[in-house]
């Protein structure tokens, strides 16, 4: 029999070609909205992540309502290294103790007899606390290697918040240089600024500040920078660990002078901290064999690093800022105001 049906009337197909010209065009477009989507995608995550240092500025303001100065970014008691904490009897930092303002009342009152009582027994019970993972503590740009840092047998969560303490690196240690609120002055003449430069912290050693006794002005002065977590690198990279106070765990130290001027700088060696891993390549470098000295501020963010100044207000800083903002920003008692980058 023969089909009544004419031409016209016959079942349309795509051809072969149609067919590879509509998936290239497919996947053009996909092309070009993915670089959208993750733009979209981490400013959200940045968003997330100021809001994070602003309730942690809080909390520090709320402590310090209570304790009236700002907490130390660590207790080490006379005898403890302060260079090395593997093997050492180190005290709570920073962000244990602010734990209380920031809803984690119930995980403090846990360990609180441990960690009140270590400036007169030593007692390292305390250190169980690092174990819990705490969201507030983690920037969204930084997930997916939580892998956790052991020491003295904790296996201590990870975090991507660091106090600010200050202190000159060469020949002072950058970090012990600010301990008791000790301020080291700018001996070596960094970034071309006078050689009277002070270089103070906010919580160092053994030291937090009262927020009215800040030469500089809260507003002027940065309480709490980014740090990333050195656990993409290997587990036993202890940047980035939350309750670690030492610097580039839960502190940035001596980040303006020497050779870790920058955030986000990818200098060989910048990082001083024990068991560190260089790579430079990646934004991380570090001095490999060194003791805790010296952290700066890095982030997984696009061009810079969030950080909450003493005020409570969060900015970013940029990573084209210049050494010498980047002093007057950190620094607690340069008398300067900051440069206007």
Known sequence: MFSNRTSSEKKQGFTLIELLVVIAI???????????????????????????????????HNYSDAEGKLPPAVKLNPGVSRTNAIG???????????????????????????????TSNSNQAWQAIGA???????????????????????????????????????????WTSTENGASPTNGNGWAGLPTTLNGGGVMCINFGSKLNGIVDGTSNTIMIN??????????????????????????????????????????YQADDCEGCIDRSADGMGACVGCPYQQGQARSKHTGGVAAALCDGSVRFVTNSITQRAWWFLNASDDGNPNDPD
């Open 26 to 60: 497919i996947a053009i477009l996909i092309g070009l909205l993915l670089p959208a989507v993750q733009k979209v995608r981490e400013a959200a995550a940045l968003a997330q992540c100021k809001n994070n240092l602003k309730q942690l500025a809080l909390a520090c």
């Open 88 to 118: 050492q009897s180190f005290g709570p930092n920073w962000a244990v103790m602010i734990l209380p303002y920031l809803e984690q009342g119930a995980l403090y009152n846990q360990h609180s007899s441990n960690i009140t009582s270590y």
């Open 132 to 174: 819990t993972p705490i969201k507030l503590l983690k920037c969204p740009s930084d997930i997916g290697h939580e892998i956790p840092y052991n020491i003295n047998g904790v296996n201590f969560a990870r975090g991507n918040y660091g106090c600010n303490a200050g202190g000159i690196h060469g020949p002072a240690l950058g």
């Open 226 to 267: 980014e740090l990333r977590v050195g656990s993409l690198i290997a587990p036993t990279e202890p940047r980035g660990t939350w309750a670690l106070g030492f610097p580039a765990a839960s502190v940035t130290a001596g980040h303006f002078s020497w050779d870790c001027i920058l955030p986000n700088n990818n200098d």
